[in-house]
């Protein structure tokens, strides 16, 4: 079985910066491409990131220029480091994994493993 955790999560200032792990642990598989969503209270879950086991990289508009995603291949790890974090950030954020996909996807069925999520607080 294989397990997704999230960890860097918390209450940070506007303007300030945070930096969210993923860790794969149970049996190794070969992620194709892993990725960052984030679920605001009432709203749907969203596509923050994404990045290939090459390093292609995909961003949602609202964070380019302030997050960088970033993967270890060989500890089958990725991270998201936040910068210039606002209000609007403020969500729980969720790693997502495919074993499954060709590309770099926005779309959540593309992922079948999913970490139970970290939340993210920014405050005014």
């Known amino acids: 079985q294989v397990q997704l955790v999230e960890s860097g999560g918390g209450l940070v200032q506007a303007g300030g910066s945070l930096r969210l792990s993923c860790a794969a642990s149970g049996r190794t598989v070969n992620w194709s491409v892993m990725a960052w969503f984030r679920q605001a209270p009432g709203k749907e879950r969203e596509f923050v990131a994404a990045?290939?086991?090459?390093?292609?990289?995909d961003y949602v508009h609202s964070v380019k220029g302030r997050f960088t995603i970033s993967r270890d291949n060989a500890k089958n790890t990725v991270a998201l480091q936040m910068n210039s974090l606002n209000p609007d950030d403020t969500a729980v954020y969720y790693c997502?994994?495919?074993?499954?996909?060709?590309?770099?996807?926005?779309?959540?069925?593309?992922?079948?493993?999913w970490g139970q999520g970290t939340q993210v607080t920014v405050s005014p």
């Open positions: 997502a994994a495919s074993d499954r996909a060709f590309a770099l996807s926005r779309n959540r069925l593309s992922y079948g493993y």
């Open positions: 990045i290939t086991s090459r390093g292609s990289t």
